[in-house]
């Protein structure tokens, strides 16, 4: 696992890659709590989700559920003030979103594009701010571009039509596909977040696991989490 981005406001992001194998056995396994432990210098306790491709945010307390009743429930945000929580979200071409706030408050989500149709990131945007966040930056980690699948159909329609045409993209191969990054940038704008930054990374063509590409069972995970040395 290895550190991804660094907000300003003191929360690290980190990302497993292929040579740590599959992040959900890793998961299991106990293996990124021990690292977000050593790299943060405290003992940290992992919150994930049971994702579905859903407008569902959960807020996370300090310590978090107990893994297992959280990996039992349905969403694909979190939300959490509490500095001994990493949030981690899986993900093979969908993309995972980091969101902090100068005031503490930070999100991991699971952005498919039906999760974006749904709105979970302005679900997201929406607690962090009703638990006292007000600033809000974005980080989006590596995730299936535009040029690399085909999507049509109505859904595209529907995606366009609530965040605007600049959604709509095109593959190497000049057909019609969904920018997915644009799309994730236009709900986060709508919310109010204004301060994006993103990895340049696809899943498809890039060293990742990919189910639209290669049809790859495995997955990433994406963890934000308090920097070393918090509380």
Known sequence: ?????????????????????????????????????????????????????????????????????????????????????????????????????????????????????????????????LVGASRISAYVGPSVKSECYEFNGPALREISKLLGPSVVGRTSWDTVSLNLLESIKQSLFMAGVVQIEASDACTACGEYFSYRARKSPERHLMVIVPAGGAG
């Open 1 to 129: 696992m290895q550190l991804l981005h660094r907000f300003e406001d003191s929360f690290d992001v980190y990302f497993t890659g292929r040579d740590d194998g599959d992040a959900r056995d890793l998961v299991s396994r106990g293996v990124i709590e021990k690292e977000l432990s050593a790299f943060t210098d405290r003992e940290v306790r992992l919150a994930t989700v049971h994702q579905v491709h859903s407008g569902i945010v959960h807020v996370v307390g300090s310590g978090g559920p107990k893994r297992v009743e959280i990996e039992l429930a349905d969403g694909d945000g979190m939300v959490s003030s509490a500095k001994d929580v990493g949030l981690g979200i899986l993900v093979a071409d969908c993309a995972p979103v980091a969101l902090s706030s100068p005031e503490g408050i930070f999100s991991a989500v699971h952005a498919g594009w039906q999760g974006v149709l749904k709105g979970v990131l302005p679900e997201a945007v929406r607690l962090m701010r």
